[in-house]
């Protein structure tokens, strides 16, 4: 799988080439066209209670999202059994909108100037602009604010 990750000025998401579970080509951001999407960054398997947590609020309140968990950069010969993880791991409509990130966390935090230590929800129009940035445990407050940017 090829990944791009271009190094970004503040306030600006990434350029990233990636493969959705279904193997759809996604470039993000600019496959999120002339609206916003939520993009969360899950860098860790210890945050997946919080991703499961933000995905399902973002179902509920039909707010479009994609989900990034990173895997790490394992080689190809263990992608296909990461996906085919994740994929029993998910119900039908979060895998629609789950893209594996495989690349190791400090590619991409920097760029995205995080810790790394919580799932990090960005609102992002097509053209990069970070519009809101949530950081830390799922709380409604936060999903509120992620739901209200989107609309």
């Known amino acids: 799988m090829l990944i791009l990750c271009t190094l970004s ?9 990636l493969f959705t579970l279904e193997d759809k080509r996604l470039k993000l951001p600019g ?4 609206g916003r999407m939520a993009v969360l960054v899950g860098w860790s398997r210890a945050q997946d209670d919080d991703l499961h947590a933000w995905t399902g ?6 707010t479009e999202f994609w989900s990034l968990p990173l895997v790490g950069n394992l080689g190809t010969v263990f992608d296909a059994a990461v996906i085919m993880g994740l994929r029993a ?3 039908a409509d979060r895998e629609a909108r789950t893209v ?6 400090p590619d991409l935090k920097g760029p995205l100037e ?3 230590k919580y799932v990090d929800v960005y ?4 053209d990069g602009k970070i519009h809101l940035h949530q950081r830390g445990p799922f709380a409604d407050d936060k999903a509120q604010k992620v ?5």
Do not use: H, N, Q, W
Not at 9 to 17: K, V
């Open 100 to 105: 594996p990130v495989f690349m190791e966390p």
């Open 9 to 17: 000025m503040a306030a600006t998401f990434p350029t990233l080439d």
């Open 57 to 62: 609020y973002l179902l509920r309140y039909k």
């Open 114 to 116: 995080s810790d790394a």
């Open 31 to 34: 496959d999120i066209g002339s």
């Open 147 to 151: 739901v209200a940017a989107v609309k």
């Open 123 to 126: 609102v992002v129009s097509g």
């Open 89 to 91: 791991g998910l119900d």
